[in-house]
């Protein structure tokens, strides 16, 4: 019987190795002869690239079991295979031209790997970076299948304009014998392109600043205005989702009967790539206005941002977390925008003159402004933080303003550069991946932790509440172990027990903390070394085991009573 399950076995993987390898082989090649008969030129697969994807495929049965997955994350397994994949993505290179760019991609991965011996990072960024990372190294390196524009994304853009053209001359045959009578269409656009981006920003701006000076009873207003619309019946939700479908369903079949203007959009975007744009007319006219218009609202937005936090006595039903929270949100979004605007504007290179030159000049002034946003972003995150310590959330508003400054920088370079900002997007996505990638790689929960430990230790209670209502992860366990020497009995219990909520019971025991884990897949430093820390400080914990959750409750609720809230409120607890 042992025989035949040793032959069975051998069989399978004789079969396995035939449809996994060479059976793909031997069909590419065929494939690529047919092809190759009809002028379409695809590179058939070669012996190397068939042992990679067998070597991939074992690798990835032997470092990332699923039945291991399914127990524990296997961490060691998945930097092991975040150091092989890509030396198997670079041994089958076909150019290397751009072999710079790999290798830097390389060593983000092994960055990554590296990461993961050390501890899981939380989130689906474990999973969804080193994937994108692979994906960049395998385009770059193997360029096998050029990623070439094709008609698809073309037909796409083109048809959400066409959609939008189909209801505005809908909308505007009642009207068209102002609209398009010559010169009314000309002046329509010049004042209403800057008053449309006057009103985005200028809601934006609102969003971000309506908790102060009482302003709060407009949203009040606004909201019990849209209430008595859409909820005055039983079945208003119903309704409201209703027309959301029929306005998405008629904007799709409008652009599907566009007829030529796709056709249209996408021979001007071919021409509008190699040709310089003429800056005359209403081009000039629109953009001129438009850039007048924002430098002026986010020059009042600055003044107001300066008035506020440079005086600081906010009323007494002051949210601070609406301010700093959600209205640097509101804030960063506007970045965003900014960054839209100019690649309208200037996603074209211009024609060398002085009304080129002047629009450069404001778009200039309006970067700089944005730069003092980006600052005033900052101090708000950094007044919330001071307020009442670190949190992942927060780190993350860190960073995403970071790579938003990033962004307006790359727009200031190629605007300078007077070439266009055709590549704006391409470099704001690998900035972007950057900075994600940093988040990734970076020990925050560590660094917010060991804040929040430090400022607690000092005799400061307003990260207390954090505690005891955030998610913590084992290095931020690791972090907080000092709190159960604190002299304070009320933090020492507080502590112990929101470590022993997160803790598995197998942590207690005096043989695990020394031994290595049963698969060594599963390792990491970070795990290890709570273990040891929990067996250090196992009087403590063993003393709250069993009313964790109860001691934990009484502690939350002594937290919101010292939380440093002098008269306002404060709610982005409950909201993280």
């Not at 002026?296 to 009323?315: K, N, R």
């Amino acid at each position: 019987m042992e025989i035949f399950d040793v032959l069975v076995f051998f069989l399978f993987v004789g079969l396995f190795i035939a449809g996994i390898g060479v059976v793909p082989f031997y069909i590419s090649r065929e494939l690529s002869r047919e092809w190759k008969q009809r002028n379409l030129n695809i590179a058939p697969m070669k012996w190397r690239e068939a042992v990679s994807i067998l070597l991939a495929v074992a690798s990835f049965e032997f470092l990332l079991h699923p039945q291991t997955m399914l127990s524990c994350f296997p961490t060691a397994g998945f930097a092991c295979l975040l150091f092989l994949w890509p030396m198997l993505i670079f041994a089958v290179g076909e150019s290397w031209k751009r072999w710079r760019l790999s290798l830097v991609l390389i060593l983000m991965l092994w960055a990554v790997g590296a990461r993961c011996l050390y501890t899981v990072p939380s989130g689906f960024l474990v999973l969804f970076i080193p994937g994108l990372l692979l994906l960049l190294a395998a385009s770059v390196n193997g360029q096998r299948v050029p990623l070439e524009r094709d008609g698809c994304a073309e037909f796409l853009f083109a048809s959400i304009v066409g959609a939008f053209l189909s209801v505005f001359r809908i909308a505007a045959w009642p009207f068209r014998g102002f609209f398009f009578r010559k010169g009314n269409l000309v002046n329509l656009a010049v004042f209403t392109v800057p008053a449309v981006l006057l009103l985005v920003f200028g809601a934006l701006f609102f969003f971000a600043n309506w908790d102060l000076k009482n302003l709060g009873w407009m949203v009040k207003k606004l909201e019990n205005v849209l209430e008595g619309i859409f909820l005055s019946s039983s079945g208003s939700d119903e309704f409201v989702e209703s027309c959301a479908v029929w306005l998405a369903v008629g904007l799709g079949f409008a652009g599907l009967i566009a007829g030529k203007t796709w056709k249209n959009v996408g021979r001007d975007a071919e021409n509008a790539v190699s040709g310089e744009r003429d800056v005359s007319g209403i081009f000039y006219q629109t953009a001129r206005n438009s850039l007048w218009a924002l430098c002026g609202l986010f020059a009042l937005d600055l003044v107001w941002e300066v008035g506020v936090l440079a005086s600081w006595d906010p009323p007494a039903d002051f949210c601070l977390g609406t301010f700093c929270h959600e209205g640097a949100a509101w804030l960063t979004a506007a970045l965003v925008l900014t960054v839209g605007v100019l690649w309208g504007i200037f996603g074209r290179k211009m024609e060398k003159n002085a009304q080129s030159a002047f629009l450069e000049k404001l778009a200039f002034f309006w970067l700089f402004e944005n730069l003092l946003l980006v600052g005033a972003i900052f101090v708000r995150l950094g007044i919330y933080v001071d307020h009442s310590g670190l949190t992942c959330l927060r780190m993350v508003g860190f960073f995403g303003t970071a790579a938003v400054g990033i962004w307006l920088f790359w727009a200031f370079f190629l605007i300078a550069r007077r070439e266009g900002m055709a590549l704006i997007w391409n470099r704001c996505t690998w900035s972007s991946l950057a900075i994600i990638w940093l988040y990734l790689v970076l020990p925050v929960d560590a660094f917010v932790w060991r804040v929040n430990t430090s400022r607690i230790l000092a005799g400061d209670r307003a990260p207390l509440l954090h505690i005891s209502e955030q998610w913590i992860s084992d290095e931020g366990l690791v972090q907080m172990m000092p709190l159960l020497c604190s002299e304070d009995e009320s933090i020492r219990e507080g502590a112990a027990a929101a470590i022993c909520s997160w803790i598995p019971c197998v942590y207690f025991d005096a043989d695990s903390s020394l031994r290595w884990p049963e698969d060594w897949r599963q390792y990491n430093y970070v795990e290890r070394s709570l273990r040891e820390q929990v067996i250090f400080y196992a009087p403590w914990l063993k003393a709250v085991r069993g009313a964790q959750y109860g001691i934990q409750a009484r502690f939350r609720e002594k937290a919101r009573e010292v939380y440093p809230t002098a008269g306002r409120r404060d709610t982005e607890t409950d909201q993280e």
